[in-house]
T-cell receptor, first 117, second 114 residues
Framework: AQKITQTQPGMFVQEKEAVTLDCTYD???????LFWYKQPSSGEMIFLIYQGSYDEQNATEGRYSLNFQKARKSANLVISASQLGDSAMYFCAMREVSGGGADGLTFGKGTHLIIQP | NAGVTQTPKFQVLKTGQSMTLQCAQD?????MSWYRQDPGMGLRLIHYSVGAGITDQGEVPNGYNVSRSTTEDFPLRLLSAAPSQTSVYFC?????????????FGPGTRLTVT
């Protein structure tokens, strides 16, 4: 089973609208971290936001917020007031603290977001 | 701080050749890792290290070797390149567990094996 599922391969959104990018995850760990990265066409991986499994409040970073619903194992990224520069691939990722497997990030397949003027 | 640096940016190899992708960080991070990104996919973990002298395998380790002789450097060696290793390679670093904060990525190396 996939550990990170991003169900939206592509999205078109009008400039200035809010965007929600979906991410669901699968883990039996109690302690884990959830991440969102942006990858523009230039190829670099840009960290956007992080949520720890024990954090009670949803993480926010400027126009980005993470809608964390632990019981549903959901970690959606919300971008408020989208801009043309937000057009990029967006990846959801998870790092499990105590799972016996490899220690690293597990990524979803990404969502290609295109902001239209 | 330069952050995480990777060299080269681009590389073309012939099947069977070997090479080393370089990765360095100047943030005194204990944890370093290598990922590969294939078209239409997220990144997949190749190898990682939780400190100097300690390395371990990730999800897709076959065909790659790593070593960690210093905190700063974490080179990735392709022993005998194959076309299936054509990919973009990213190195990343972070503070080790239990801190689960941001992983810092290098700019990537685009490798083509013909």
């Amino acid at each position: 089973a996939q550990k990170i599922t991003q169900t939206q391969p592509g999205m078109f959104v009008q400039e200035k609208e809010a965007v929600t990018l979906d991410c669901t995850y699968d883990t039996s760990d109690q302690s884990y971290g959830l991440f969102w990265y942006k990858q523009p066409s230039s190829g670099e991986m840009i960290f956007l936001i992080y949520q720890g499994s024990y954090d009670e409040q949803n993480a926010t970073e400027g126009r980005y917020s993470l809608n964390f619903q632990k019981a549903r194992k959901s970690a959606n990224l919300v971008i408020s007031a989208s801009q043309l520069g937000d057009s990029a691939m967006y990846f959801c990722a998870m790092r499990e603290v105590s799972g016996g497997g490899a220690d690293g990030l597990t990524f979803g397949k990404g969502t290609h977001l295109i902001i239209q003027p | 701080n330069a952050g995480v640096t990777q060299t080269p940016k681009f590389q073309v190899l012939k099947t069977g050749q070997s090479m080393t992708l370089q990765c360095a960080q100047d943030m005194n991070h204990e944890y370093m890792s290598w990922y590969r990104q294939d078209p239409g996919m997220g990144l997949r973990l190749i190898h990682y290290s939780v400190g100097a002298g300690i390395t371990d395998q990730g999800e897709v380790p076959n065909g790659y070797n790593v070593s960690r002789s210093t905190t700063e450097d974490f080179p990735l060696r392709l022993l005998s390149a194959a076309p299936s290793q054509t990919s973009v390679y990213f190195c990343a670093s972070s503070f080790s567990k239990p801190g689960l904060g941001e992983q810092y990525f290098g700019p990537g190396t685009r490798l083509t094996v013909t």
